[in-house]
């Protein structure tokens, strides 16, 4: 009735369970009330819980995960043909839908990473462009964001007051992540993950955000 703004809030998503652990961290107007779904798509033909919750969904934002790391291409070509059965469900034009390349830091592997990443996001791109346009369907506009969710958790948590908490994501990221943390910052750490200090833990942090696409997205 106009009476309520319900112009887009800016919202940090931290991590699930904080973020609905109080009202106060989603900054929402008074009588807004906000749902997060993890909805894994129709699992079969007569998949009736999911698909009446899909029709529901028609003002939602849907976060749609594409996984930068999947190589085979059957796996591929069912996600994006899910993804247009379930544009189909909801009417078959969704302005609010974002498509998340997670994973992408897979291709820091390569000698050219820089390039590697632009030209699979390209492809992707252009796939499901091509996918859309067969159906005859319209997202507007085609949100398109890069992300690493791991290693964008671990630099939350390397700055927890737990003690444990924080030298188990530090120890993760230096073994699973390290080609994320500028060689500047590297080369300054204790091989030691439990001698870094907290200025060095958060220094992981911000840049592990950044280079994760984690303050982009």
Same mark, same amino acid.
């Given at each position: 009735?106009? *009476?309520?703004?319900?112009?887009?809030?800016?919202?940090?998503?931290?991590?699930?369970?904080?973020?609905? &652990?109080?009202?106060?961290? %989603?900054?929402?107007?008074? /009588?807004?009330?906000?749902?997060?779904?993890? %909805?894994? /798509?129709? *699992?079969?033909?007569? #998949?009736?819980?999911? %698909?009446?919750?899909?029709?529901?969904?028609?003002?939602?934002?849907?976060?749609?995960?594409?996984?930068?790391?999947?190589?085979?291409?059957?796996?591929?070509?069912?996600? +994006?043909?899910?993804?247009?059965?379930?544009?189909?469900?909801?009417?078959?034009?969704?302005?609010?839908?974002?498509?998340?390349?997670?994973?992408?830091?897979?291709?820091?592997? =390569?000698? #050219?990473?820089?390039?590697?990443?632009?030209?699979?996001?390209?492809?992707?791109?252009?796939?499901?462009?091509? +996918?859309?346009?067969?159906?005859?369907?319209?997202?507007?506009?085609?949100?398109? &964001?890069?992300? *690493?969710?791991?290693?964008?958790?671990?630099?939350?948590?390397?700055?927890?007051?737990?003690?444990?908490?924080?030298?188990?994501?530090?120890?993760? %990221?230096?073994?699973?992540?390290?080609? +994320?943390?500028?060689?500047?910052?590297? =080369?300054?750490?204790?091989?030691?993950?439990?001698?870094?200090?907290?200025?060095?833990?958060?220094?992981?942090?911000?840049?592990?955000?950044?280079?994760?696409?984690? #303050?982009?997205?």
């Amino acid at each position: 009735n106009g *009476s309520v703004d319900i112009s887009y809030p800016q919202i940090r998503i931290e991590y699930p369970i904080r973020l609905l &652990a109080k009202d106060s961290r %989603l900054q929402l107007p008074q /009588g807004i009330k906000l749902q997060i779904v993890d %909805l894994p /798509g129709l *699992s079969h033909q007569e #998949d009736i819980e999911n %698909l009446s919750l899909l029709k529901t969904c028609d003002r939602a934002l849907f976060l749609v995960t594409y996984n930068s790391a999947e190589t085979d291409r059957q796996k591929v070509n069912m996600l +994006l043909q899910g993804v247009v059965e379930q544009i189909k469900i909801i009417g078959g034009l969704s302005k609010n839908m974002c498509f998340l390349f997670n994973r992408i830091d897979v291709f820091h592997g =390569d000698k #050219d990473w820089i390039a590697s990443e632009e030209k699979f996001v390209a492809r992707t791109r252009a796939e499901i462009d091509k +996918l859309l346009t067969k159906h005859h369907l319209q997202i507007e506009p085609k949100q398109i &964001a890069k992300i *690493s969710t791991m290693p964008a958790l671990l630099s939350l948590l390397i700055k927890s007051k737990d003690e444990n908490e924080r030298i188990e994501a530090a120890s993760r %990221l230096d073994r699973n992540f390290n080609f +994320l943390i500028p060689e500047g910052i590297l =080369d300054d750490l204790p091989r030691n993950v439990q001698k870094w200090s907290e200025y060095e833990c958060g220094r992981v942090a911000d840049a592990v955000w950044q280079t994760a696409y984690a #303050d982009r997205f």
